[in-house]
Every structure is written in C-alpha cells, then in structure tokens.
Nanobody, 114 residues
Framework: QFVESGGALVQPGGSLRLSCAASGSIFSAYTMAWYRQPPGNQRELVAMISPGQTTNYANSAKGRFTISRDNAKNTVFLQMNSLKPEDTAVYYC??????????WGQGTQVTVSS
C-alpha cells in the first residue's frame, strides 16, 4: 500500500526529499507519518501530518524536516535539510498511529556520510 522513494547517499549538511505513494484506502482521511529505522535500532516516528495539515515532529527532526501531503495524488512527502550522519536509516511511511496489523512498504534508504 505504500511505496517510498527518494532516498540516497548524501553528504552531511545536504538535503533530500522523500516521497510516499499510498493506495488502497481513503488517504485523505488519515493522519500520515514518516518513520525511520536506523541500523541496529527500532523503528521510530519522525513526523506526522493530519488530514487538516497539522504537523508534529520528533525532536530530532524539528527545524530541519518538513512533512507535507498532496491528497489529490495520495502522496506524502518529507523534505529533509541539514542532514546529519545520525539521520542514516531506512525511512518508511504509514498511518499514525500504526495500525494493529500494519502493512509496510520496502522503505527508502537514506545514508548521510562524507
């Protein structure tokens, strides 16, 4: 149901824009979120956006990342600026809160390294 894209290898201080195409449900009715799973760590919430465009961010993302959505295209975006090595992770999108039996996409790899 979710297809993430836009990840890449980028130098510290660089920027990336991730995209997530959703299908199979009434996209516009749900709060959507970006999650990430750093190497060797559990998946964590990065940012969320409500149907009404209200946004919230993890402390690690505040001031650097911007989540947005295009309901007409069933797509959610994550603009990431001033990237740090600790942002290295596989990034996923899904609903918020995570459903009881979630379906995850393949994710998109973001690597921040010089």
């Amino acid at each position: 149901q979710f297809v993430e894209s836009g990840g890449a290898l980028v130098q510290p201080g660089g920027s990336l824009r991730l995209s997530c195409a959703a299908s199979g449900s009434i996209f516009s009715a749900y709060t959507m979120a970006w999650y990430r799973q750093p190497p060797g760590n559990q998946r964590e919430l990065v940012a969320m956006i409500s149907p009404g465009q209200t946004t919230n961010y993890a402390n690690s993302a505040k001031g650097r990342f911007t989540i947005s959505r295009d309901n007409a295209k069933n797509t959610v975006f994550l603009q990431m600026n001033s990237l740090k090595p600790e942002d290295t992770a596989v990034y996923y999108c899904n609903k918020f809160p995570i459903p009881a039996s979630p379906t995850w996409g393949q994710g998109t790899q973001v690597t921040v390294s010089s």
